[in-house]
């Protein structure tokens, strides 16, 4: 006998004997050194049970559900500011952070509902108010909140005077008067002139005070009459003649009272609606100032995140065209800090196409907004909207505002032909129905008009040539993929913070999992735990195969130091669901042990046992299974077959029929071969739900393949921008920014 197989001959005579006296004591085995035969008692139709393989958990599982645990208290939290408080009346869900209302604070911001009908906010502390409770504040529907204010200080220039009398109060079929011009003088009197009707028009002006009759009534007080061009006040006095003789004003916003005009404080803008208290105004030449204070804040104290310019919205759920930021943390900014800031709420879409939005990691939005007034659509003329007879006043601004806003929801509400049955989170691929019997379907169908659903047909995703980490370095390089994102409750929109939530149905595809990658499925997931039998494993291809290296101990503990060990072999799909690695050669102390192992009948599994959620070693065979080898969220596919390259394992899946695939739009694809296209259902991203969602992802930065995190998503995007378009699509670019 040789020295190398009197080494071998011995070394298999002491695992022999060691075996023997590890089987007296192994009833008192610890569950993680459970003999494979209790490992495999423990599985059920779904894959491993880990708690049979061990009571640990794995570092990354633990840091990202401590990473869950503080946004979800940050979801939870009540915001308050400045003396003022919102209140949870609801459970908080994925879809409701059941608060009803938010908190906004405004300064330096010129506040336009449309055109010039607005004011310019100094400063503002204010409540929005939903108009039905449970129900979102809704951007694009201005009937659907009410604003409260609290306190500030506004100012209606000549420009926003002129708007609110000339296209507002008065500009409806059968208007006594029109071609209004309003113009504030500096002994503190308005001059308004204009046309009214006497058989025909006739040029009017008339001056006067401006004060309030009571908390809800603003009266302007004629103290000047002209009448075509001749000063009529005396000729009135002497004929005992008043304004509301000589015109009929009888409106739902104002009307003529002897010689006053009074006018509905709360109706003096389109909606939303205002609920203020005006505690002194000021004319002058540059404008009404209005003092505002319902009693409730003595004085505005900031909040630390507030802008210099423009708006922060703190507590409540607002919906802006698909996504609604729940519980919202947002500030409105202008993206020129010398410009002034003109803010058109009827035309906020247009402002946010044109601007972007930043995230940080805990979900606070801060949105980048160019002033509307450098918008071209800014400069078309809408003074030909006239309201209704019937309406006494331009209904037409909020009826062309609602239909646009119609038109918009079908855009947003709609799901390509080809997705509707397919996309359904019921369309559970024939092929795992079996398998996952046991999961729940969707059975709700939402109502049409519901803000915080859309139709219910599942999420598709499609990933082209994209390095896609499922967390740390464990992940894949995606060539292309198709997959569905399924809510395990049903209704539930998908939630990316909780990878637990949600399983990926992969529809059809190949991705390959680089060796490094693979190495750190292991390393950093399936061998993090104690006491254990593998460690420190590297892969490699040679000549067609995986040569896998690291260290052993026998039974987990024997002897007190790893073995370094060298295996060899093959790596296929052993049906749809399992992958199978079978060594020929091993390896141990450099010294091969295949053959004396075959010899004596001692499979490597009573050596080493392994068993984990995913992968279990049996008899020779280490066994995966593709459905919960990694970490969450649970991954299933028909695998078609498994291949060692020089890449990496090159996995190819099925593809299921009946299935349409999400395709992102032409333009997109062709700006960038590396992407991430999320299509259909409710997506929540960060703190934020997106309905019926169209989501592209990029990185502009990297002509190659983009590296996408899952599990770090919110710090990637953090350092990004998102843009939004006109149809409520988001696009992410992971390039940071200026660069």
Not at 25 to 39: D, L, V
Not at 465 to 472: C, E, H, L, M, S
Request: hydrophobic share 40%; charged share 20%.
């Amino acid at each position: 006998m040789n020295e190398t197989g009197a080494v071998a001959t011995v070394l298999t005579v002491a695992l022999l004997m060691c075996a023997c006296a590890d089987a007296g004591s192994s009833a008192n085995q610890a569950p993680n050194q459970a003999a494979p035969a209790t490992m495999q008692a423990s599985q059920d139709k779904t894959g491993y049970d880990s708690q049979a393989a061990s009571p640990s958990r794995p570092a990354i599982e633990s840091a990202k559900a401590h990473q869950l645990a503080i946004e979800q208290s940050i979801a939870a939290r009540v915001p308050a500011a400045s003396g003022l408080s919102t209140k949870r009346s609801r459970a908080l869900t994925l879809r409701d952070s059941g608060i009803d209302g938010s908190l906004m604070f405004a300064r330096n911001v010129d506040f336009r509902v449309t055109g010039d009908i607005g004011f310019m906010i100094y400063d503002m502390a204010a409540t929005l108010i939903p108009s039905r409770p449970g129900e979102p504040i809704v951007f694009d529907d201005p009937t659907s909140l009410s604003i409260d204010v609290h306190r500030g200080e506004v100012m209606l220039d000549s420009a926003k005077l002129t708007a609110i009398f000339n296209r507002y109060l008065f500009q409806y079929r059968g208007s006594p008067l029109r071609n209004m011009r309003v113009v504030p003088q500096d002994d503190g009197s308005l001059r308004i002139t204009g046309e009214m009707h006497r058989d025909t028009w006739v040029p009017i002006v008339l001056s006067g005070s401006l004060s309030m009759r009571s908390a809800d009534e603003l009266v302007f007080h004629a103290d000047h009459v002209e009448v075509a061009g001749v000063a009529a006040d005396r000729l009135m006095q002497a004929a005992h003649v008043r304004m509301a003789d000589l015109l009929k004003v009888d409106t739902p916003i104002a009307r003529l009272d002897g010689d006053d005009v009074v006018m509905q404080v709360a109706k003096l803008t389109p909606p939303p609606a205002l609920r203020l208290t005006i505690t002194k105004l000021d004319t002058s030449a540059a404008g009404v100032r209005f003092m505002l204070d319902d009693g409730s804040v003595p004085k505005i104290d900031w909040p630390a995140n507030m802008p210099a310019r423009g708006m922060l919205l703190e507590g409540g759920d607002v919906k802006f065209m698909r996504s609604m930021p729940m519980n919202i943390d947002m500030a409105l900014t202008p993206i020129d800090a010398d410009a002034p800031f003109v803010l058109d709420l009827y035309h906020y879409r247009d402002q946010m196409a044109a601007g972007y939005f930043t995230f940080d990691e805990a979900g606070a939005l801060a949105v980048h907004l160019p002033s509307y007034t450098t918008l071209a659509g800014a400069a078309k003329d809408s003074s030909l909207l006239i309201g209704s007879a019937s309406a006494r006043f331009n209904d037409s601004l909020i009826r062309a505002q609602q239909a646009s806003l119609a038109q918009a929801r079908l855009e947003w509400r709609r799901v390509p032909q080809e997705l509707q049955s397919a996309s359904a989170a019921r369309a559970v691929p024939v092929s795992m129905r079996r398998a996952f019997s046991g999961a729940t379907e969707e059975t709700r169908t939402p109502a049409t008009g519901d803000e915080r659903h859309s139709s219910g047909h599942a999420s598709l995703i499609h990933v082209e040539n994209v390095d896609f980490y499922v967390a740390g370095r464990i992940g894949f390089h995606v060539r292309s993929l198709d997959a569905q994102m399924i809510p395990k409750t049903p209704g539930e929109p998908v939630d990316l913070d909780d990878p637990g939530q949600y399983d990926i149905r992969i529809i059809g595809g190949e991705v390959v999992e680089p060796w490094p990658a693979m190495a750190a499925l292991f390393n950093d997931y399936l061998l993090d735990y104690e006491p254990r039998s593998l460690n420190d494993l590297q892969l490699k291809p040679v000549d067609g195969k995986l040569e896998v290296t690291g260290g052993i101990k026998l039974w987990n503990h024997f002897p007190g130091v790893w073995l370094p060990t060298t295996m060899s072999g093959t790596i296929v799909a052993r049906d749809e669901r399992h992958l199978v690695y079978e060594p020929s050669s091993v390896k141990v102390l450099g010294i091969p042990q295949a053959g004396p192992l075959r010899a004596l009948d001692i499979p490597l599994a009573s050596l080493t046992p392994f068993a984990r959620k995913g992968v279990a070693l049996e008899g020779n065979e280490l066994v995966f299974d593709q459905y919960t080898v990694f970490p969450p969220p649970v991954l299933q596919g028909r695998l078609a077959s498994a291949t060692v390259t020089d890449e990496g394992l090159l996995l190819k899946f099925r593809r299921e029929t009946g299935i349409a695939p999400a395709r992102p739009p032409a333009n997109m694809v062709n700006a960038a071969k590396s992407y991430v296209w999320i299509e259909s259902g409710d997506v929540k991203m960060f703190n934020s739900l997106v309905t019926n969602a169209r989501t592209f992802i990029k990185d502009s930065s990297n002509a190659g393949a983009m590296k996408f995190d899952l599990y770090g998503y919110r710090r990637d995007v953090s350092k990004g921008t998102v843009k939004m378009d006109t149809n409520g699509g988001l696009e992410v670019d992971l390039a940071a920014r200026g660069k």
